[in-house]
């Protein structure tokens, strides 16, 4: 059976920390920023764990190399 290829895309969007929690990067920050609030842009940035066990899964399956 051949080995499972990593997702390449998924790879650039998200990491896998030490203690196994998925954290990914928050989506909203590439245009149409006039328009929000500074407070709003603020807090998209940084990355952010992955709450749903199912997401979380799913990320790490695409993963693995």
Not at 15 to 22: F, L
Request: with cysteine; net charge positive.
């Amino acid at each position: 059976m051949p080995k499972k290829k990593t997702n390449k895309a998924t790879k650039k969007r998200c990491h896998v920390t030490g203690t196994g929690k998925v954290l990914a990067t928050r989506a909203g920050k590439s245009h149409l920023l006039s328009s929000m609030s500074r407070k709003r842009k603020r807090n998209l940035r940084g990355t952010a764990v992955l709450g749903n066990k199912e997401q979380a899964k799913t990320v790490k399956s695409l993963l693995q190399s």
